[in-house]
């Protein structure tokens, strides 16, 4: 979906303020007024807006640019003279190249919630849908009167009691919304179409919030204040979306690392399962937290398929991590080091394979375990991050080359995954 914002207007109630600067680029809150109607836009899933520009349009082009900064797509359609809010609308429409759209006027801010929307929208099968915001107590405006199905039935005078609903200014257009607008004329979206379609074409979503403008000098000195907590909430989501995207550029970028460092011995740890599983051996694996689970991932993936499209029989592989009755009593009878060993002493046998996850690469409990396993004629392979002690007590380490705990427990999956890939495959070969 794409969106148009509308901020060509000129900012006569502004006086000096706005002489030479388009109201659209007044800053609040540390930022261009433009800009947090971008963010919340872009919060609502659309990176694609067209901005319908006119007054000092060239300003606006040359502080937003293409969207780059903001991680959008930014158009532009200009009007050489001003059209109103439906000549301006008809005018981008040019440029929008899926419909229905989402509209905003460009000198006012409401935070709304476009899934609601589009669920009337498609409800109602409406021409256009409106975001309506409680009217001020002062209730400068009218009221617009809205069935209990969601249609708008009037544009009504001010009411005598109870809660007056107003635009909030944002629209979601169908096309054919603005079929009676022509080209290059001039046209009011709320005094020209919106009336028209009144009566079964217009719907409307309630929100709880009211509309801030900054239209006026009184108005925009009490946006920063007015605004600050909803801003605030944009910011958050601005952050979360740059971590998202570094967290998962490192995952990636470690992954990478994986596959170019640690590939021949990921398949030297699925040949040397894959022959114990030959000669009648089993695979145990060992772990704490998160490698526990881990180990159980892979058993279960070996006992029963990792391929819903391979038919193979049964693998042998145990987690030596899953028996609570065992690993409390020994735990508390004769201390955690041992835990795994002990289970070794009692069901390993030569020609097995032990697996040992440790994220540190220096958990006492698999490197006892390993010990044992040695002692044992078993052969050892660990899984680890870089920096530990695991790996020297191993036939074959596959080391993860970070320190990260994150990122090493995510790196591990996929080469958990590989090995059972490839051993899946050398048994069904």
């Not at 900064?69 to 439906?86: I, Q």
């Not at 009221?143 to 809660?163: L, Q, W």
Request: hydrophobic fraction near 45%; include cysteine.
């Amino acid at each position: 979906m794409q969106a148009i914002v509308l901020c060509g207007g000129v900012a006569s109630r502004l006086g000096t303020i706005a002489k030479d600067v388009p109201k659209s680029l007044l800053p609040v809150r540390h930022r261009p007024f433009l800009e947090w109607q971008l963010l919340a836009i872009k919060k609502q899933g659309i990176q694609d807006v067209i901005l319908a520009t006119g007054h000092l349009g060239e300003q606006i082009e040359e502080e937003m640019g293409d969207g780059t900064r903001l991680g959008m797509k930014v158009t532009y359609s200009h009007e050489d003279e001003p059209l109103g809010t439906a000549g301006a609308l008809r005018l981008a429409g040019q440029h929008v190249s899926e419909w229905p759209v989402l509209a905003l006027n460009g000198d006012s801010y409401c935070p709304f919630d476009l899934g609601l929307m589009r669920a009337a929208h498609e409800r109602t099968g409406a021409n256009a849908t409106l975001w309506l915001a409680p009217d001020r107590p002062e209730r400068r405006y009218g009221s617009i009167e809205v069935k209990a199905d969601g249609r708008i039935t009037s544009f009504a005078e001010k009411p005598d009691s109870g809660t007056a609903w107003i635009s909030a200014g944002v629209y979601l257009l169908e096309e054919r919304a603005l079929h009676g607008v022509e080209i290059a004329k001039v046209a009011s979206i709320e005094k020209d179409v919106f009336p028209r379609l009144a009566g079964g074409r217009l719907a409307a979503v309630k929100g709880p919030a009211p509309v801030i403008d900054i239209g006026t000098p009184e108005s925009l000195a009490t946006a920063d204040a007015a605004l600050a907590v909803e801003f605030r909430r944009l910011e958050m989501k601005i952050d979360e979306t740059r971590l998202i995207a570094k967290h998962l550029e490192a995952s990636a970028a470690l992954q990478a690392q994986v596959a170019k460092k640690c590939g021949d011995r990921i398949a030297s740890a699925a040949r040397l399962i894959s022959e114990s599983f030959s000669a009648g051996g089993k695979l145990m694996l060992c772990g704490n937290g998160g490698s526990a689970a881990d180990c159980q991932h892979m058993a279960a993936e070996f006992t029963n398929r990792l391929s819903a499209k391979v038919d193979r029989a049964a693998l042998p592989a145990i987690a030596l991590t899953t028996d609570t009755s065992f690993i409390t009593a020994f735990a508390n009878d004769v201390g955690f080091e041992r835990v795994f060993a002990r289970q070794l002493e009692a069901i390993g046998r030569p020609g097995d394979v032990l697996l040992g996850i440790s994220t540190s690469g220096n958990s006492r409990n698999v490197i006892a375990a390993f010990e044992t396993a040695t002692q044992k004629g078993i052969t050892t392979i660990a899984l680890s991050g870089e920096g530990g002690e695991m790996e020297k007590f191993a036939d074959c380490a596959i080391v993860i080359p970070s320190q990260d705990t994150q990122l090493i427990q995510e790196a591990m999956l996929p080469v958990e995954h590989l090995i059972c890939s490839l051993v899946e495959s050398s048994v069904v070969e």
